[in-house]
């Protein structure tokens, strides 16, 4: 499997998937130049900040594809994401996620719950 750099012209492809997963996509422009993308399976961001704290958000995946190929491909992406952030000095990865699967999976990655009752909310300046 291939891990490459996010490129403004895989948008449109995840935004397909963002859409079959009924999920509304982010704004090109909100997403963060760290992005990577593994073959046709999967992609996702981590947002720098400047704080030791980096975010890690948008993991999407395109349910069309493979299941176990997915998976082994989603791993991959995470540990990409989680590779980036150390090369970049982070102390802390913070991510949040309501989908029950992606939560384990990142617990399996060593991500710890810290609030079961939390709420996304943006606001557009």
């Known amino acids: 499997m291939n891990v490459r750099q996010f490129t403004k012209q895989d948008y449109y492809i995840?935004?397909?998937w963002w859409y079959n997963h009924n999920w509304t996509p982010p704004m090109i422009d909100m997403l963060p130049s760290t992005?990577?993308?593994?073959?046709?399976?999967?992609?996702?961001f981590l947002y720098k900040t400047d704080s030791e704290l980096a975010w890690l958000e948008f993991?999407?995946?395109?349910?069309?594809?493979?299941?176990?190929?997915?998976?082994?491909a989603l791993d991959?992406?995470?540990?990409?994401?989680?590779?980036?952030a150390k090369e970049l000095k982070f102390k802390?990865?913070?991510t949040s996620v309501e989908h029950k699967k992606l939560l384990e999976r990142y617990k399996d990655h060593g991500f710890v719950e810290t609030d079961k009752s939390m709420t996304n909310?943006?606001?557009?300046?």
């Open 14 to 16: 995840i935004c397909e």
């Open 35 to 44: 992005g990577f993308v593994v073959d046709n399976f999967c992609a996702g």
């Open 59 to 72: 993991i999407i995946s395109n349910p069309k594809s493979d299941k176990n190929d997915r998976n082994k």
């Open 76 to 84: 991959l992406l995470i540990n990409k994401l989680i590779e980036q």
């Open 92 to 94: 802390v990865i913070f």
């Open 121 to 125: 909310m943006i606001k557009r300046l």
